[in-house]
């Protein structure tokens, strides 16, 4: 991919980031008391009752993906500015999304699971 | 290694700079924190459904116990404190990387003139000021609120 | 009523031992004396092979860029008493490499500012060349360009750009500027040709907006805003 086309997916990330992680934000400790956000269930949105709705579940992996990417671009970003030359920058690149893979892979497990779980 | 003292001394020192210097060096500093904090916050929920092993369904006490065995573990004040300063860095990451995406596409910024001494750069408007300002100030309230929600220190 | 200010200036020689050291000086001072005739006292009074580069003295030629007190500016166009301490402190400009003493090769900046192509590029090559051709332009159309164009090529914004100091591709705030400069111009046609090799690796894009490039432009150029301007332009259009 381009630089340039990086760089306006690190912005649209950003600004997505914003709204997934503001319902994110609000679901755990505004729209419910942070002890009843952090039980396992027994309340409107403990942690199985979050992962068992369609719409809060999407919302968690849209921000898995989103962080994922805004977060381990910015670290590639950061570690390409450390140090130059092809072969370092096409091993960070390597070595990034290999680790960025990993993160969303595990969390899409989690919440692909808890999601079944909740149902079940 | 000359290279990464170098990196630390610019990237990480921001005096006599002016504000914008600031702003660099605030996110870097939380982006980095945070996308570290993603990675274990990512690792500790998959304890919800019963740690790294679990690749099908579980039964629902065994992921249960499991998720209350994490909580505990997770019930500490250093990783309480840790949060805390964690608010105060998404906010401010937040708000001033709006303020950033808008500058990068030349929103607030003003437009070029013919320049009279003493200079006052167009970059630094007044508006990009008080938008560094409103994120240092949500991300203080965000900071005061979770030392609330975890250590209770607005309630008698 | 002479004062006496202390200098500490970084020397540094690589034919003799290769070694960077502070040697101080007691500099007298009168009104209105700058940095510049303080160096140059030095070495008319007390110590010839100390070896600086200057030429105007008026912050015209860009020469006499140096780290003054921790901050890169010129030497001919800071006051002594401006700085309202009793030592001054002169090093190179960060983000070059040291010629000798306070004189730094600006051979990869230069470089960097000819790969923007800092030059009318006309599609009309032919009527450009004639020496009787003129290429009109309103006022407005001069305001949108004119600050960048002010540009003495000091190498100041270059050595205070934290981006410069570690990416020594990025093209650093000086060559972006005139990037902008002449994509802005009104009488330039090569529009997204300059652009496209913008949007590639981190030539322009590592640019992370910490504006000290224009907090030490002795010009009023304001290099962080043409880098904005530009950069809009290389996201949308290149």
Redesign the interface.
């Known amino acids: 991919m381009r630089a340039k086309t990086i760089q306006l997916l690190h912005y649209i990330t950003g600004l997505g980031i914003l709204v997934a992680g503001g319902i994110h934000l609000a679901t755990v400790f505004l729209l419910s008391p942070y002890e009843a956000s952090m039980s396992f269930d027994g309340h409107p949105l403990s942690v199985i009752a979050v992962y068992r709705n369609l719409f809060l579940a999407a919302t968690l992996q849209a921000l898995l993906v989103l962080v994922a990417f805004h977060g381990f671009n910015g670290l590639r970003t950061i570690l390409s500015e450390l140090h130059q030359g092809p072969t370092y920058l096409k091993l960070l690149n390597a070595v990034v999304i290999a680790a960025a893979a990993v993160v969303v892979v595990y969390g899409t497990r989690t919440i692909v699971i808890a999601h079944l779980l909740g149902n079940a | 290694m000359s290279t990464l003292l170098t990196a630390l001394r610019t990237w990480l020192v921001p005096f006599r700079y002016g504000l914008e210097r600031w702003s660099y060096t605030m996110q870097r500093i939380s982006g980095v924190v945070i996308a570290l904090y993603f990675v274990m916050h990512v690792a500790s929920t998959g304890q919800v459904v019963g740690g790294p092993s679990v690749w099908t369904l579980p039964p629902y006490e065994y992921a249960k116990q499991v998720w209350l065995e994490t909580k505990e573990f997770l019930a500490n004040p250093l990783f309480d404190a840790g949060l805390v300063v964690l608010a105060f860095m998404i906010f401010f990451h937040s708000i001033n990387g709006v303020r950033l995406v808008l500058a990068h596409f030349g929103l607030i910024l003003k437009k070029p003139t013919r320049p009279e001494y003493p200079y006052h750069p167009g970059s630094m408007s007044r508006i990009q000021r008080v938008i560094f300002w409103v994120s240092v100030a949500l991300a203080t309230a965000a900071l005061v609120y979770s030392l609330d929600v975890f250590f209770k220190v607005l309630q008698p | 009523m002479l004062e006496e200010v202390k200098f500490k200036v970084l020397r540094y020689d690589p034919d003799k031992d290769g070694k960077k050291r502070f040697q101080e000086f007691r500099v007298p001072i009168r009104k209105g004396m700058t940095v510049l005739q303080g160096l140059l006292h030095i070495k008319e009074k007390i110590d010839p092979t100390l070896s600086i580069r200057f030429s105007c003295r008026m912050a015209t030629c860009g020469s006499c860029g140096m780290m003054i007190n921790?901050?890169p500016r010129l030497a001919c166009y800071t006051l002594i008493e401006e700085l309202k301490t009793r030592t001054v402190v002169v090093e190179p400009l960060r983000n070059f490499p040291i010629v000798k003493d306070l004189v730094t090769d600006f051979e990869e900046f230069f470089n960097k500012h000819r790969s923007v192509k800092p030059y009318l590029i006309r599609i009309d090559t032919y009527v450009q060349e004639k020496s009787n051709t003129m290429y009109l332009q309103s006022d407005e159309e001069l305001?949108?360009?004119?600050?960048?164009a002010?540009c003495i090529k000091c190498g100041l914004c270059y050595a205070?750009c934290?981006?410069v100091?570690?990416?020594?591709?990025?093209l650093g705030p000086q060559a972006l500027a005139q990037a902008y400069r002449y994509y802005?111009d009104s009488r330039d046609e090569a529009g997204v040709d300059r652009l496209k090799p913008l949007?590639?690796?981190?030539s322009l894009?590592?640019c992370?907006?910490?504006?000290?490039c224009?907090?030490?432009?002795p010009?009023?150029?304001?290099p962080?805003?043409?880098i904005?301007?530009l950069?809009?332009e290389?996201?949308?259009r290149?």
């Open positions: 921790g901050l305001v949108r360009y004119v600050q960048f002010y205070a934290p981006v100091a570690t990416d020594k591709t990025f802005a949007g590639d690796g981190s894009l590592r992370h907006f910490a504006a000290s224009s907090q030490v432009c010009k009023g150029v304001d962080a805003l043409a904005q301007l950069r809009k290389v996201l949308l290149s």
